[in-house]
Nanobody, 115 residues
Framework: QVQLVESGGGLVQPGGSLRLSCTVSASIFSINYMGWYRQAPGKQRELVAGRTSGGTTNYADSVKGRFIIFRDNAKNTVYLQMNSLKPEDTAVYYC?????????WGQGTQVTVSS
C-alpha cells in the first residue's frame, strides 16, 4: 500500500505562485509514474503534469510554461511549482502515483486563485 500526502494549497492572487508537495510513503524509486491532477467544480478531473520514473515529463497545454513538476528523491516528495497563476487554475489538486499497475491518490488540496 502506498500513501500520498499533499500540502501547499491555499489562496493566491492572479499572477502569483504556489508550490504543492506530495510525500510518498514508499520509496519514490518504486513509483513508475507520478502525476498531478485537478478537478474544478462541475468539471472532470484532468491531468495537469506528470513525470515518469525515467524523468520524462508531460504537461497539459493550459499549464505549459507556467507549471513545473519535479521531485526530491531524498525526501520521497514530488512537487508542482505553479507560476503565473490564473483564476481558471482554481481547483482541488490531487497527487497520483502508479506502481505495478496500481493507482494511488492523495486526499487533495484546494488551490484558489482570486483577487
Amino acid at each position: 500500500q502506498v500513501q500520498l500526502v499533499e500540502s501547499g494549497g491555499g489562496l493566491v492572487q492572479p499572477g502569483g505562485s504556489l508550490r504543492l508537495s506530495c510525500t510518498v510513503s514508499a520509496s519514490i524509486f518504486s513509483i513508475n509514474y507520478m502525476g498531478w491532477y485537478r478537478q474544478a467544480p462541475g468539471k472532470q478531473r484532468e491531468l495537469v503534469a506528470g513525470r515518469t520514473s525515467g524523468g520524462t515529463t508531460n504537461y497539459a497545454d493550459s499549464v505549459k510554461g507556467r507549471f513545473i513538476i519535479f521531485r526530491d528523491n531524498a525526501k520521497n516528495t514530488v512537487y508542482l511549482q505553479m507560476n503565473s497563476l490564473k483564476p481558471e487554475d482554481t481547483a482541488v489538486y490531487y497527487c497520483n502515483g502508479v506502481r505495478g499497475g496500481e493507482n494511488y491518490w492523495g486526499q487533495g488540496t484546494q488551490v484558489t486563485v482570486s483577487s
